[in-house]
T-cell receptor
Framework: KQEVTQIPAALSVPEGENLVLNCSFT??????LQWFRQDPGKGLTSLLL?????REQTSGRLNASLDKSSGRSTLYIAASQPGDSATYLC??????????FGKGTRLHILP | DAGITQSPRHKVTETGTPVTLRCHQT?????MYWYRQDPGHGLRLIHY???????DKGEVSDGYSVSRSKTEDFLLTLESATSSQTSVYFC??????????????FGEGSRLTVL
């Protein structure tokens, strides 16, 4: 059974710092991995999608990497801003399409 | 916005009553999902659909049923609501023309309170 873990559950960093969020999964047989952002009381917004054949994807200040063999993905945020404060979730899509989510990392950027 | 709407957005009901949540999409996505989100548990898959009349159970399907009679609509039904089903319910879609292959898009959520 696929399990997705995100550590830490919460993180506070000063504005301007670069930071890394972690996502690990137990079964490397995945179709893709996707990172989302969720603001309080809102739905999930897609940030980056990495297909199983890819190693990384970039969008602006965000860079996501994927290492299937070790069951790990990281989301790198450069030059953090207070507007980056949100909960970040990763999700893996296995072959049966039952997309599984981690519980998220709640990020707080200190002004 | 990937053309996905959920209704109702908020609902308060009493234990034992039936409840139906609707997810509507306008971009011909093949896959549709229902998740519930609860503090401490994160997002958990209830049911999903991989085509019209094709559905499968997720990890927390007990007490829920779904139907998909046309591509655009995926209905989630609580036959007899219980307090444990108080939650925020999210619909998600993928496999359409928008976004990257396999990219998942979410609705804004439906907040259900069962008294």
């Amino acid at each position: 059974k696929q399990e997705v873990t995100q550590i830490p559950a919460a993180l506070s960093v000063p504005e301007g710092e670069n930071l890394v969020l972690n996502c690990s999964f137990t079964d490397s047989a995945i179709y893709n991995l996707q990172w989302f952002r969720q603001d309080p009381g809102k739905g999930l917004t897609s940030l980056l999608l990495i297909q199983s054949s890819q190693r990384e994807q970039t969008s602006g200040r965000l860079n996501a990497s994927l290492d299937k063999s070790s069951g790990r993905s990281t989301l790198y945020i450069a030059a953090s801003q207070p507007g980056d404060s949100a909960t970040y979730l990763c999700a893996v899509r296995p072959g049966d399409d039952k997309i599984i989510f981690g519980k998220g990392t709640r990020l707080h950027i200190l002004p | 916005d990937a053309g996905i709407t959920q209704s109702p957005r908020h609902k308060v009901t009493e234990t034992g009553t039936p409840v139906t949540l609707r997810c509507h999409q306008t971009e011909n996505h093949r896959y549709m999902y229902w998740y519930r989100q609860d503090p401490g548990h994160g997002l958990r898959l209830i049911h999903y659909s991989y085509g019209v009349k094709d559905t499968d159970k997720g990890e927390v399907s007990d007490g829920y049923s779904v139907s998909r009679s046309k591509t655009e609509d995926f209905l989630l039904t609580l036959e007899s609501a219980t307090s444990s089903q108080t939650s925020v319910y999210f619909c998600a879609i993928s496999g359409g023309d928008r976004g990257l292959p396999g990219e998942l898009f979410f609705g804004e959520g439906s907040r259900l309170t069962v008294l």
